[in-house]
């Protein structure tokens, strides 16, 4: 127990039951900081809970039982953090528990289940969950929710078990059990009658994939309101479908203008734009910090963070601008110390391909147990762009470029040159001697250069460790199974002893 | 002025038994563990609930 990394045998807080024995002891200063931040959570969360139509909320959705483990969800998201690394996480994670808080009160006040505010229900516009946001930045009188991010996406992020029920509902149903569980599980949650029924009208898009697409045409059945499918190209590299692209964000523009009785604003939407292109400006920052040798705002630092803002935020919410700043703040400060992110760094990492939902913390795992860094991963490295903050015809390409560039979208379609070719220019921006490579069982966008990325990894000298994992559905491939790709090959290949040997084998099947 | 000192000496106490209170339920992840009751509490209530099932 202490203020150095790894002074804690993480791996012994793991019984086989649902939650961790206790708490961490990081040294009086870091352990009084995070104690002062899980009173702040619980106090958002008390304070969201006093709400009548939360409450409601509460018992009539499934879903919502998840997030009981919100403050599990937090300390699996900074275990074994120290010093800036700890702050930064807080500053990121406890900002989305508010903001997630503040997306699931505006769904219970317009669900005429819970809150019953229609003339508020009549102002939201709702988006699908993995598409942009940056429509709605000409809306400023409206609301956009992206009614699965709250439903299915977090709950599969916070329980590893959180959206089982819903796919398994599918399933019953008749869909096949090899489809993306993702929306399987939108799907399902539709089936089982939990989802509210809010909105004048949806907006929902062919991102990531035509999985959502079907998903999608499916559910709109339930919700029963003006729906617009916003088709934007797969191959966003190619010049001769950008045109295409804009003139979908112009019908899209027009149909919420049609449905809602609002003209676009422009002056808000740059205005937006400003703010956005500020994020990335800073986003740059870390990244170029991260391809020093004290890189600080890494692996979990960026990722579901960098998802919150870049496609949710999408430059309306200046919070997230303002929390950027303290961040690279903090970020600077760690550099300037030479503050190390694990206590003895082995190997720097690109993470490439998507992630699993159900162990978003697996990167952090990485640092502290075998001393491999995290430094970026596939779903952040998404456009860095500037756009632009004046001319009308350019912001309509710009928004088709943000839309069919969104996270999860951007590397696994497109063609080779972004799913493959950047991975090694990314290793070497970033320095990197290994790559993590996720191998989503249930996905067939990436699963074709599998043999590419092996032949091309050993021409380049790279250690390519494939991490298999189910997305949504731990039953696939769990936790463990994850690990244990990994400890073979650091035991096998590379011959060396975990930084921790407590976090190399560990049961945590039945944890949230 | 006696009585003002003996409410804040209650007041004192109260902020100091809070404290603690709250550090062990913090360090000993108790808020935790009384959630993996509530869930189980709560999955009963979502069963029970009558639904619209249908494609």
Known sequence: MGKKMNSEKLGNFYYGNKTKKRREWRGAADTWYDYTRWLANWKVMAKFMMKPANLKGFFRYRWMGSYLAVPDFVDRHTEGLRGPQLRIAHKEFDFIVEHVCETIGNLFRADPACGGDEEFSRRVVVFDENMMSQIMNGFPNLQMVCR????????????????????????????????CPMPAAELGCAIDDDFPQIGICAVNCNTTCDGSLMGNGVEARRFNIPTFQLAVPIRHMQESVQEYGAEEIKNCIKFIEEQTGETFDWDHYFKCMKTFNAETKLFREWLELSKTDYPQIIGNNVALYRDA?????????????????????????????????????????????VQAQYYTAFPIWLQNCWGILPLIDMLS????SYYSEDDKEQAYLDMADLYMKMNMRNRSN?????????????????????????????????AGYHGIFEEQARERGIHLIWVTHGLMDPRKASRKDMRGEVNRYMRAVLQEEPLDPTLEDFADDNNW | MDKIKQIIKVMLIGFAALFLLSWIIYFFNLDMKASVYLKKLMDKVYDMRKRDRRL
Request: proline share 3%.
């Open chain 1, 148 to 179: 699965e991010i709250p439903v299915v996406y977090t709950p599969s992020t916070v329980l590893q078990e959180g959206v089982l029920h819903y796919i398994d509902v599918a399933e019953e149903f008749g869909l096949p059990s090899d489809v």
């Open chain 1, 309 to 353: 803002y870049y496609q949710v935020g999408g430059g309306r919410d200046a919070r997230f601008l303002q929390n950027d700043r303290e961040i690279t703040e903090l970020g600077y400060q760690g550099y300037e110390k030479k503050v190390l992110c694990a206590s003895e760094v082995r190997h720097r990492a690109v993470l490439w391909g």
């Open chain 1, 381 to 384: 490295l998404t456009s860095t």
């Open chain 1, 414 to 446: 497109g063609g080779y040159e972004v799913g493959v070719d950047d991975l090694w220019r990314f290793c070497e921006e970033f320095r990197a001697d290994m790559v993590i490579m996720y191998e989503h069982i249930g996905c067939k966008a990436m």
